[in-house]
């Protein structure tokens, strides 16, 4: 999985906010707000990374949830991304 060309991230007022550029640029509409640990997943997904690849660097990021909950959260996050084609 990697993020599609198109999209950057953007830190407004502390909030993370997807932003299309170029030719996604007209659709407002793929305009999406993350969280801080989606924020961390947008970056990991820079270059092509598999759910696993993810759950390790969760892991190494933050303590205090199970890998299994992070593997929700990473399928929650890349669902949204899915469903606003940004993922690649």
Do not use: H
């Not at 170029?22 to 969280?35: A, K, P, Q, R, Y």
């Not at 190494?60 to 929650?76: F, P, Q, V």
């Amino acid at each position: 999985m990697k993020i599609r060309e198109g999209f950057i991230l953007k830190e407004i007022a502390d909030t993370f906010v997807v932003v299309p550029v170029g030719d996604n640029m007209v659709d407002f509409s793929l305009m999406i707000t993350i969280n801080e640990t989606g924020a961390f997943l947008w970056n990991c997904l820079s270059q092509d990374k598999t759910r696993e690849e993810l759950a390790d660097a969760l892991m190494a990021e933050y303590e205090g949830a199970t890998r299994e909950e992070m593997l929700e959260d990473i399928d929650a996050f890349t669902s949204l991304l899915k469903e606003n084609n940004i993922l690649e």
